[in-house]
């Protein structure tokens, strides 16, 4: 959420510095940018990195984390969400479902969350979240 919020915030600051006559000085948006953008966008990223680097599942049969990429095909595509939502929010959802792996000790085949898939889904939640607030702003800024 924090993240979302500071992209938005980043964004509106940038449309800020295009527009033709502004109500805000260059160096007011510049301290916005930096204050009420950057700063918590590190924020959010130091909070989001420990999830987003720890390992996975541990294997459910020996309860080691040495894996590797099982190899088998499955699709993670989803057409209801193609159609309803369009190919960046289909493409983020089928990249953050879980991977599934094979144990290199026992061969035991499981589902488990990888790096990518964690940053698929933080990115996912992002992109929902601006257009939920896209959304709202619409509906707020019409009455």
């Not at 938005?8 to 204050?35: C, H, N, R, S, Y």
């Not at 939640?125 to 019409?142: K, T, Y």
């Amino acid at each position: 959420m924090l993240a979302t919020l500071d992209v938005t915030v980043v964004v509106g600051t940038i449309a800020l510095l295009f527009e033709p006559d502004p109500e805000i000085p260059q160096w007011g948006v510049g301290v916005m940018f930096f204050l009420l953008g950057v700063l918590p966008l590190g924020g959010a990223f130091a909070l989001l990195r420990p999830t987003l680097t720890a390992p996975g599942k541990s294997c459910p049969q020996y309860g080691g984390n040495d894996r590797q990429a099982a190899g088998v095909l499955r699709s993670s595509h989803n057409w209801w969400i193609f159609y309803s939502c369009g190919w960046v929010f289909s493409s983020l959802w089928g990249a953050s479902r879980q991977r599934q792996v094979r144990c290199t000790q026992c061969d035991a085949l499981y589902l488990t969350d990888t790096r990518g898939t964690r940053i698929a889904g933080v990115l996912l939640w992002v992109f929902l979240l601006l257009v939920i607030f896209a959304v709202i702003g619409q509906q707020l800024g019409s009455q």
